[in-house]
């Protein structure tokens, strides 16, 4: 019987769903049939795969949740804390993708462009279950296999329906118009000296709150307009975490060094890497400007991030990271970073977000004895996803506790190394000091996954940026003509003019002058 009800709901939400008029991929007018442009597949099949889905997640959060009660191990029950906070997410996830595939007007239909969205979500919701079974490093736990097994069926669906949506189509350019759901005021708020508050942050008492996180449960859930935040400069020893209901988020600081939020959970004592975080974000939309983020745990604690994103269409604009291992985790979705500061030892900027840096500098710092610093660990883990790290017009040089290290024992320092198999990481424009070794690049163990990734360097300059000793790796790439490089500008890698300017940010969409 129980069976029989699932079913006809199933049939029921699919049925409710394809009465929706027809979204389209571009941002053309609608098509008649959203498969012939944006899905390889009958709308109605790709429709009943995702509430299939979302059915066995449900079955195995219930699985965790069981599995949770028993727990008395600190980090297993933070990995299984993880995995129903992963699954939550991907549940939200799984659902904009349905949504947005029947109302092209709809909330969550984000940019315009619903091919991006769609292969942004879907990647989102499998790096969410890499993240869960990654929790269980250092566990020999039983429940590290019985987790993995539940997860296998979810990854297999969700790459099939990754595989059901047609890449992005270089013919979908901006018209001008922005998504229903943003705000033209929206766009004043970063280019505007002072910014219309809705609550302040002070710890002497002067604003509405004395702490972060009590701001943000002030924020209204699923908001469609920008809610500001005024955090007054201070050190402010708290574990922000902005939750997926809190969309809209922004965040404003009295500038680096004098906004900081800062924390020390780390991996050494028993916090998962992605539970480390000192700030992190879920909801949407959030932009942060004039703070810094911090994990002072150092590097012999290991893994210690400052702060995590897996907030899609998110900006960071003159923020700062500190830390030393893991500093900044870009976990999932389209980011954009400007004109920030980023330091730290090994992959130091990591994750399998869709991500560009531009106008920022790299601040590789001295690590441990015998560790070699790795700027960047992309995590593309499925050839399909449409992730990676992309730098512009940024300056790599090194962090001044490194400057201060003698020559012949200071710490070797790469652009990065290859997490997982597809890493995709591409540096243009930009300076590199000699603090770069030769090579540039870094195995991650022997010749594991170097005919597979896609590492690109174009048009670089300074003392590091030679490319006559580089690897010879089958994935590395000298870009030679600026049609290489195009993919990987903001325009082109994360739809950047189609939400960007709603936002206020300074961005080069090209190459500039």
């Not at 008492?205 to 702490?211: L, M, Q, Y």
């Not at 991650?444 to 590091?464: I, R």
Request: hydrophobic residues 35%; contains cysteine; proline residues 3%.
């Amino acid at each position: 019987m129980a069976s029989d009800q699932k079913w006809m709901r199933k049939f029921v939400l699919v049925l409710l769903l394809l009465s929706f008029p027809y979204a389209h991929c571009g941002n053309g007018s609608i098509t008649s049939t959203i498969q012939s442009e944006c899905l390889k597949v009958p709308n109605s099949q790709f429709a009943g795969s995702i509430v299939n889905t979302i059915d066995i997640m449900q079955e195995v959060v219930s699985i965790l949740s069981d599995v949770a009660r028993g727990l008395g191990n600190f980090r297993d029950s933070n990995a299984i804390d993880d995995c129903l906070d992963l699954m939550d997410i991907s549940n939200d996830e799984l659902r904009w993708t349905l949504s947005a595939t029947q109302n092209q007007n709809g909330k969550h239909n984000s940019t315009g462009n619903l091919s991006s969205d769609l292969r942004t979500w879907l990647s989102a919701t499998l790096v969410n279950q890499d993240t869960c079974r990654d929790g269980f490093e250092g566990s020999n736990s039983i429940v590290k296999e019985l987790v993995s097994g539940s997860l296998s069926q979810i990854t297999s669906l969700v790459l099939e329906l990754l595989g059901q949506v047609h890449p992005v189509s270089d013919q979908h350019e901006s018209n001008g118009q922005t998504p229903a759901w943003f705000k033209s005021e929206d766009r004043k708020l970063l280019q505007a000296n002072g910014v219309p508050v809705d609550v302040v942050v002070a710890q002497d008492g002067t604003g509405n709150f004395t702490n972060i996180t009590a701001a943000i449960l002030s924020a209204p859930d699923y908001s469609m307009r920008r809610y500001v935040i005024y955090v007054k400069k201070g050190l402010y020893k708290e574990y922000v975490e902005i939750k997926k209901k809190k969309w809209n988020i922004m965040m404003v600081g009295d500038g680096m060094d004098a906004t900081v939020i800062s924390g020390n959970r780390n991996f050494v004592d028993g916090w998962t890497t992605f539970r480390s975080a000192t700030f992190a974000v879920s909801g949407r939309g959030f932009i942060a400007r004039d703070i810094t983020f911090e994990n002072t745990a150092g590097p012999e604690k290991h893994m210690a991030v400052a702060l995590r994103s897996d907030s899609d269409l998110s900006v960071f604009y003159r923020c700062e990271f500190r830390g030393y291992q893991d500093t900044l985790y870009t976990h999932s979705m389209r980011q954009f970073y400007r004109d920030c500061k980023i330091s730290g030892t090994v992959d130091f900027i990591f994750g399998d977000g869709t991500v560009m840096f531009q106008n920022c500098q790299i601040l590789p710092r001295k690590a441990l004895h015998n560790q070699k610093n790795s700027i960047t660990a992309h995590g593309r883990k499925y050839k399909d996803e449409p992730t990676g790290f992309s730098f512009q017009f940024c300056n790599i040089s090194a962090h001044p506790d490194l400057l201060a290290t003698p020559v012949n024992s200071s710490t070797p320092t790469y652009l990065g190394r290859p997490w997982k198999q597809y890493s995709r990481t591409i540096i243009m424009q930009s300076f590199m000091s000699n603090i770069i070794k030769p090579a540039g690049w870094l195995e991650w163990n022997g010749d594991m996954f170097l005919d597979s990734l896609y590492y690109g360097e174009y048009m670089n300059y300074g003392p590091g940026a030679g490319l006559g000793s580089r690897v010879t790796w089958p994935g590395y790439q000298k870009f030679n003509q600026s049609g290489q490089a195009k993919n990987y500008t903001v325009a082109d890698f994360i739809e950047g003019n189609l939400w960007l300017p709603s936002t206020g940010v300074k961005y080069t969409a090209g190459f500039g002058v």
